[in-house]
């Protein structure tokens, strides 16, 4: 699996956007990215996934560079309760079925 | 709540002992994985089942760790002759296997302490 790099902390005002950004230069062309989050004692939560194409849903943006060497989580309008870890996931190819996590980044949404 | 139980949520025990975990699935999910995690730490891989089969295990899983999921369903997870560094939260994930869409639903983990 391709390596990630994250930053280990980042901080947000309430009620503006996050944006967590993720290296991922040795991703190969058969590998997705995926974005789960861990809220303090809970088991991560599954986000947002994409291949090569922009994506949205209700939770976050996933916005992932033409070479696809980067991307960035964005949660539009942060709140209190998405002050979790957040992991940066490449995931597929020669992988199989698992999901190999990093160490994440803390994201801190301050009020 | 994602669906996904474990039990127990905490279990103490003194070095030597062993324990078993449980994780109850999604019902419709045909996958199940165990994961590890540490203090500051990501989840680690462990194992995962399709069905019944165990599939894949991690070479962390040292052969004092079982895992099982007789007829597809639930899951436990067995440690015989636990030392200090099983200490750890013990995650359940499951899913249905996609080739390009699959997501992983964890439960909220069974945390262990070894004295």
């Known amino acids: 699996d391709a390596k990630t790099t994250q930053p280990p902390s980042m901080d947000c005002a309430e009620g503006r956007a996050a944006n967590l950004p993720c290296n991922h230069s040795?991703?190969?062309?058969?590998?997705?990215v995926y974005w789960y989050r861990q809220i303090h004692s809970q088991g991560p939560q599954y986000i947002i996934h994409?291949?090569?194409n922009n994506e949205t849903n209700e939770m976050a943006s996933l916005i992932i560079t033409e070479d696809r060497k980067s991307s960035t989580l964005i949660l539009p309008h942060a709140t209190l309760r998405d002050t979790a870890v957040y992991y940066c996931?490449?995931?597929?190819?020669?992988?199989?079925?698992?999901?190999?996590f990093g160490e994440g980044t803390q994201l801190t949404v301050n009020p | 709540d994602t669906g996904v139980s474990q039990d127990p949520r905490h279990k103490i025990t003194k070095r030597g002992q062993n324990v078993t975990f449980r994780c109850d699935p999604i019902?419709?999910?045909?996958?199940l994985y165990w994961y590890r995690q540490t203090l500051g730490q990501g989840p680690e891989f462990l194992t995962y089942?399709?069905?019944?089969?165990?599939?894949?295990k991690s070479r962390l899983l040292s052969d004092r760790f079982s895992a099982e999921r007789p007829k597809g369903s639930f899951s436990t997870l067995e440690i015989q002759r636990t030392e200090q560094g099983d200490s750890a939260m013990y995650l359940c994930?499951?899913?249905?296997?996609?080739?390009?869409?699959?997501?992983?639903?964890f439960g909220s983990g069974t945390q262990l302490s070894v004295l």
């Open positions: 994930a499951s899913s249905l296997r996609q080739v390009r869409n699959e997501k992983l639903f």
């Open positions: 040795t991703i190969s062309g058969n590998e997705y």
């Open positions: 994409g291949l090569k």
């Open positions: 996931i490449v995931k597929g190819g020669t992988s199989g079925s698992r999901l190999t």
């Open positions: 019902s419709e999910h045909n996958r």
């Open positions: 089942f399709q069905n019944e089969a165990q599939l894949e």
